[in-house]
């Protein structure tokens, strides 16, 4: 596959993140699955592809505003995977040193997505003025011609 064949998430780093952290959050769904506890790994497995997931479909997205949607969503799993591990951990399930690892990955994921967000916010307000501005225009020159006539 070509450079331009990819997709455009492909190269995002966010998303290239998201696939590091879900791969460690797998392995420990493997761990619980090894464990019998399928219903903690089935759990731990759809939220851990929900971040990359929700970036890979949002980077299809036509427009800035639709794209930062699911951006949000898939900050949202960063916080359901944390509450996983954190619970995880207090009933015994994982290590502190486990915890710690995941939770400071899942950390940075959630700091590179509101980083994301926000310049994408950037973006959609700097449209949305130059819109404005450009309809202002208009209407200026519009009246300018008939106040001529």
């Known amino acids: 596959m070509t450079e331009r064949d990819r997709f455009r998430f492909e190269g995002l780093t966010v998303w290239k993140k998201a696939v590091?952290?879900?791969?460690?959050?797998?392995s420990l769904a493997d761990d619980l699955e090894h464990r019998r506890l399928f219903k903690f790994a089935d759990q731990m497995r759809g939220a851990a592809l929900s971040i990359?997931?929700?970036?890979a479909e949002g980077s299809g997205s036509t427009s800035d505003r639709d794209f930062r949607r699911f951006l949000d969503i898939a900050r949202r799993s960063v916080f359901e995977d944390a509450n996983m591990v954190t619970v995880f951990c207090r009933h015994g399930l994982i290590?502190?040193?486990q915890r710690?690892?995941?939770?400071?990955a899942l950390?940075?994921?959630?700091?590179?997505?509101?980083g994301f967000m926000a310049s994408l916010r950037r973006r959609i307000?700097?449209?949305s003025l130059a819109l404005c501005a450009f309809s202002i225009t208009i209407a200026l020159v519009v009246a300018?011609?008939?106040q001529g006539v």
């Open 52 to 55: 990359s997931n929700n970036i």
């Open 125 to 127: 307000a700097a449209r």
């Open 20 to 26: 590091e952290v879900g791969e460690a959050l797998l």
């Open 95 to 97: 290590s502190s040193a």
């Open 107 to 114: 950390q940075e994921e959630a700091r590179m997505l509101t």
């Open 144 to 146: 300018r011609l008939l």
């Open 100 to 104: 710690d690892g995941l939770l400071v």
